[in-house]
């Protein structure tokens, strides 16, 4: 039905850049909202950022200011810029799409990716 595929995962030093993609693929009609997460080992999934179909973003108070989340409707697609990097940012990063309707289906969905790893030594 629906994929979501991430990249853009790596291996930088504090203090770089990485920007991630996440593309939905599938019979899709449309998709309220789309967010990244992220977990790094021995802890819980937490929300880093997401975005709604229009500007409404939310960011983690640790990422706030240097991570932004962009999207593109018409191919969705969902970015996360990450600047000014830290070791503690160090996790594998899903994406995942909320309230998706499809074409051929009633309802509405989420769905996730499975991830891409963002490794930041110091």
């Known amino acids: 039905q629906v994929t979501l595929v991430e990249s853009g995962g790596g291996v930088v030093q504090a203090g770089e850049s990485l920007r991630l993609s996440c593309i939905a693929a599938g019979n899709i009609f449309s998709i309220d909202a789309m967010a990244w997460y992220r977990q790094a080992p021995e802890k819980q999934r937490e929300l880093v950022a997401s975005?709604?179909?229009?500007?409404?973003?939310r960011y983690a108070d640790s990422v706030q200011g240097r991570f932004t989340i962009s999207r593109d409707n018409a191919k969705n697609t969902v970015y996360l810029q990450m600047n000014n990097l830290k070791p503690e940012d160090t996790a594998v990063y899903y994406c995942r799409a909320e309230r998706v309707r499809l074409r051929s289906i009633d309802g509405s969905y989420t769905y996730w990716g499975r991830g891409t790893q963002v490794t930041v030594s110091s």
């Open positions: 975005i709604s179909t229009g500007i409404d973003t």
